[in-house]
T-cell receptor
Framework: DAKTTQPNSMESNEEEPVHLPCNHS???????IHWYRQLPSQGPEYVIH???SNVNNRMASLAIAEDRKSSTLILHRATLRDAAVYYC???????????????FGSGTQLTVLP | NAGVTQTPKFQVLKTGQSMTLQCAQD?????MSWYRQDPGMGLRLIHY???????DQGEVPNGYNVSRSTTEDFPLRLLSAAPSQTSVYFC????????????????FGAGSRLTVL
């Protein structure tokens, strides 16, 4: 399975943009890049996903490198409620009938300072 | 539409006891999975299912059994609880692979916190 590498932790000031990086140098051509976040004492929740083009939604933006070996999750204005662990994962489609496992690494702990 | 429902939220077991963590989803999702999360760690996949009657092992399957008799339910059974199984367990589901598989989004339950003494 293709794997991802993220920094263990990052800090940001409230109301400033945050750029969370993710490296996935062994990504395959059909892997989607997904981001999830986990607030304290909660289950992970979906943030955003993309394949090749940059993506925007109400929560964040996803910038994908042209060679797809890295991506960046962008929170445009961090709030205290954005303090969470952010996971970058690859959706491994596999071949029909084979394993379709989704692997979560340790993620990036984002601390937002008031 | 409740999403993914896990029960119980909290459970304390003694070593050697058995129990079942329940997971139900009402979104007609084909894919379901169980993860465990130890303190300060990421999620590790225990077992998963790509449809009713089909299950497979994840990264850390030992000591756990699963079955998928219906689309809605995916229970996780601890056969003989050990202190090493003290963890928070998350169930997740997503639409099946016939529907743009790489783009499918996981929906997680709120978690079940298990302590084995």
């Amino acid at each position: 399975d293709a794997k991802t590498t993220q920094p263990n932790s990052m800090e940001s000031n409230e109301e400033e943009p945050v750029h969370l990086p993710c490296n996935h140098s062994t990504i395959s051509g059909t892997d989607y890049i997904h981001w999830y976040r986990q607030l304290p004492s909660q289950g992970p929740e979906y943030v955003i996903h993309g394949l090749t083009s940059n993506v925007n939604n109400r929560m964040a933006s996803l910038a994908i490198a042209e060679d797809r070996k890295s991506s960046t999750l962008i929170l445009h204005r961090a709030t205290l409620r954005d303090a969470a662990v952010y996971y970058c994962i690859l959706r491994d489609e596999g071949v029909e009938g084979s394993a379709r496992q989704l692997t979560f690494g340790s993620g990036t702990q984002l601390t937002v300072l008031p | 539409n409740a999403g993914v429902t896990q029960t119980p939220k909290f459970q304390v077991l003694k070593t050697g006891q058995s129990m079942t963590l329940q997971c139900a989803q009402d979104m007609n999702h084909e894919y379901m999975s169980w993860y465990r999360q130890d303190p300060g760690m990421g999620l590790r996949l225990i077992h998963y299912s790509v449809g009713a009657g089909i299950t497979d092992q994840g990264e850390v399957p030992n000591g756990y059994n699963v079955s998928r008799s219906t689309t809605e339910d995916f229970p996780l059974r601890l056969l003989s609880a050990a202190p090493s199984q003290t963890s928070v367990y998350f169930c997740a589901s997503s639409p099946g692979d016939r529907e743009n598989p790489g783009a499918n989004v996981l929906t997680f339950g709120a978690g079940s916190r298990l302590t084995v003494l």
